[in-house]
Nanobody, 118 residues
Framework: VQLVESGGGSVQVGGSLRLSCAAS????????MGWFRQAPGKEREFVAA????????SYADSVKGRFTISKDNAKDTVYLQMNSLKPEDTAVYYC????????????WGQGTQVTISS
């Protein structure tokens, strides 16, 4: 299973970016896909997640109203639309797959850098 993130970059405060995470490889169970981020010197934190079958969505409080997670089942891709970006959104963003309800996130992408400048 391979997860490949793309869409990161550098933008100014208030700007927008759209991250993509494409899944490929052998057929695998996919209960939920999520986005996480890790800023320098900080622990990795949850950003958003979407249940693959039902589409149920959850967000971290810090991104509610600014970020939108979505998916394209046909393309095996999950997206993270990020608007009204702030300097504190600067981090490496990772997508991950939770294979089963209650399991850990089993598969991780390599990450994509997002830098917000003021």
């Amino acid at each position: 299973v391979q997860l490949v993130e793309s869409g990161g970059g550098s933008v100014q405060v208030g700007g927008s970016l759209r991250l993509s995470c494409a899944a490929s490889g052998r057929t695998f169970s996919r209960y939920r896909m999520g986005w996480f981020r890790q800023a320098p010197g900080k622990e990795r934190e949850f950003v958003a997640a979407i249940r693959w079958s039902l589409g149920t969505i959850s967000y971290a409080d810090s991104v509610k109203g600014r970020f939108t997670i979505s998916k394209d089942n046909a393309k095996d891709t999950v997206y993270l639309q990020m608007n009204s970006l702030k300097p504190e959104d600067t981090a490496v963003y990772y997508c991950a797959v939770q294979s089963f309800q209650g399991s850990r996130y089993d598969y991780w992408g390599q990450g994509t850098q997002v830098t917000i400048s003021s």
